[in-house]
Protein backbone atom coordinates (compact mmCIF):
# COMPACT_ATOMS: atom_id res chain seq x y z
CA UNK A 1 0.00 0.00 0.00
CA UNK A 2 1.38 3.17 -0.75
CA UNK A 3 1.73 6.09 1.88
CA UNK A 4 -0.92 8.91 2.46
CA UNK A 5 1.51 12.18 1.99
CA UNK A 6 0.25 15.28 2.24
CA UNK A 7 1.79 18.78 2.17
CA UNK A 8 1.89 21.06 4.77
CA UNK A 9 2.75 24.24 5.37
CA UNK A 10 3.50 25.60 9.29
CA UNK A 11 3.16 29.23 9.98
CA UNK A 12 4.88 30.14 13.27
CA UNK A 13 4.63 32.84 16.13
CA UNK A 14 6.40 33.46 18.99
CA UNK A 15 6.07 35.68 22.39
CA UNK A 16 8.37 37.29 24.62
CA UNK A 17 11.37 36.09 23.74
CA UNK A 18 14.32 36.31 25.52
CA UNK A 19 16.83 39.17 24.80
CA UNK A 20 20.52 38.92 23.92
CA UNK A 21 20.82 42.11 22.30
CA UNK A 22 22.40 45.04 23.73
CA UNK A 23 20.95 48.11 22.90
CA UNK A 24 17.77 46.94 20.72
CA UNK A 25 15.51 43.46 20.70
CA UNK A 26 16.86 40.35 19.10
CA UNK A 27 16.66 39.43 15.75
CA UNK A 28 14.79 36.22 15.57
CA UNK A 29 14.49 33.66 13.02
CA UNK A 30 13.05 29.90 13.84
CA UNK A 31 14.29 26.73 12.21
CA UNK A 32 12.33 23.76 11.54
CA UNK A 33 14.61 20.34 12.15
CA UNK A 34 13.49 16.65 11.63
CA UNK A 35 14.88 13.79 13.62
CA UNK A 36 16.41 11.11 11.24
CA UNK A 37 16.61 8.31 14.22
CA UNK A 38 18.71 8.38 17.05
CA UNK A 39 20.32 11.80 17.69
CA UNK A 40 20.56 12.75 14.41
CA UNK A 41 18.34 15.81 13.11
CA UNK A 42 18.10 17.61 9.03
CA UNK A 43 16.92 20.97 8.99
CA UNK A 44 13.70 21.28 6.87
CA UNK A 45 13.57 25.19 6.24
CA UNK A 46 14.00 28.60 7.84
CA UNK A 47 11.68 31.34 8.65
CA UNK A 48 12.52 35.06 7.75
CA UNK A 49 14.71 36.93 10.05
CA UNK A 50 12.66 39.77 11.94
CA UNK A 51 14.56 42.40 13.08
CA UNK A 52 14.45 44.26 16.40
CA UNK A 53 11.50 42.12 17.84
CA UNK A 54 10.67 40.07 20.86
CA UNK A 55 7.26 38.59 19.98
CA UNK A 56 7.59 38.08 16.13
CA UNK A 57 4.80 36.51 13.62
CA UNK A 58 6.86 35.30 10.23
CA UNK A 59 5.37 35.28 7.45
CA UNK A 60 7.83 32.36 5.53
CA UNK A 61 6.14 29.13 5.93
CA UNK A 62 7.83 26.16 7.21
CA UNK A 63 6.71 23.60 4.60
CA UNK A 64 7.54 19.50 4.80
CA UNK A 65 5.23 16.37 4.01
CA UNK A 66 3.44 14.82 6.38
CA UNK A 67 3.10 11.23 6.53
CA UNK A 68 -0.34 9.72 7.68
CA UNK A 69 0.55 7.31 10.88
CA UNK A 70 3.81 7.93 10.80
CA UNK A 71 5.90 9.37 12.97
CA UNK A 72 7.29 12.63 12.70
CA UNK A 73 9.52 14.09 15.50
CA UNK A 74 10.40 17.46 14.85
CA UNK A 75 12.55 20.58 16.32
CA UNK A 76 11.64 24.27 16.49
CA UNK A 77 14.62 26.07 17.40
CA UNK A 78 14.68 29.69 17.60
CA UNK A 79 18.03 32.21 17.32
CA UNK A 80 19.05 35.20 17.20
CA UNK A 81 20.81 36.09 14.20
CA UNK A 82 23.33 38.69 14.48
CA UNK A 83 25.63 38.21 11.33
CA UNK A 84 25.16 37.81 7.29
CA UNK A 85 26.18 33.64 7.56
CA UNK A 86 24.03 30.69 7.52
CA UNK A 87 25.85 28.65 10.41
CA UNK A 88 23.72 29.13 13.63
CA UNK A 89 26.71 27.75 15.55
CA UNK A 90 27.65 31.68 16.24
CA UNK A 91 24.13 33.13 16.70
CA UNK A 92 22.54 33.12 20.70
CA UNK A 93 19.85 30.13 20.71
CA UNK A 94 16.84 32.10 22.14
CA UNK A 95 14.73 28.42 22.84
CA UNK A 96 13.14 25.39 20.91
CA UNK A 97 10.28 23.32 21.32
CA UNK A 98 10.59 19.30 20.31
CA UNK A 99 7.02 17.75 19.16
CA UNK A 100 5.55 15.88 16.34
CA UNK A 101 4.06 16.36 13.42
CA UNK A 102 0.76 14.71 14.66
CA UNK A 103 0.49 17.08 17.58
CA UNK A 104 0.48 19.83 15.12
CA UNK A 105 -2.31 18.45 12.91
CA UNK A 106 -4.75 16.78 15.43
CA UNK A 107 -4.36 20.58 17.48
CA UNK A 108 -4.23 22.98 14.41
CA UNK A 109 -3.05 25.34 16.65
CA UNK A 110 0.02 24.60 18.66
CA UNK A 111 1.38 26.87 21.86
CA UNK A 112 3.94 25.59 23.80
CA UNK A 113 6.89 27.34 26.24
CA UNK A 114 10.29 27.46 24.72
CA UNK A 115 13.04 25.39 26.37
CA UNK A 116 17.29 26.75 26.47
CA UNK A 117 17.50 23.04 27.14
CA UNK A 118 15.39 20.28 28.53
CA UNK A 119 13.45 21.42 31.71
CA UNK A 120 14.59 24.72 31.65
CA UNK A 121 13.00 27.48 30.32
CA UNK A 122 13.50 30.35 28.26
CA UNK A 123 12.11 32.97 30.22
CA UNK A 124 8.48 33.17 29.59
CA UNK A 125 9.07 32.79 25.80
CA UNK A 126 6.38 31.00 24.00
CA UNK A 127 6.15 29.48 20.50
CA UNK A 128 2.67 29.08 18.83
CA UNK A 129 2.32 26.91 15.29
CA UNK A 130 -0.30 26.70 13.15
CA UNK A 131 -1.44 24.69 10.22
CA UNK A 132 -3.95 26.19 7.66
CA UNK A 133 -4.94 23.69 5.72
CA UNK A 134 -3.84 19.77 4.43
CA UNK A 135 -3.38 18.69 0.84
CA UNK A 136 -3.38 15.73 0.07
CA UNK A 137 -1.02 14.39 -2.80
CA UNK A 138 -2.37 11.13 -4.34
CA UNK A 139 -0.14 8.19 -5.20
CA UNK A 140 1.15 7.68 -8.68
Not at 41 to 58: D, H, I, M
Not at 81 to 94: K, Q
Request: with cysteine; glycine share 8%; net charge neutral.
Amino acid sequence: MADCVSKVELTVCCSDLLDKDVGSKSDPVCVLLQSTGGDKWVELGRTERVKNCSSPAFSQRLRLDYHFEAVQNLKLQVYDIDNATSDLGDDDFLGGVELTLGQIVASKTLTRPLQLKKGKPAGKGSITVRLPALRPTLPL
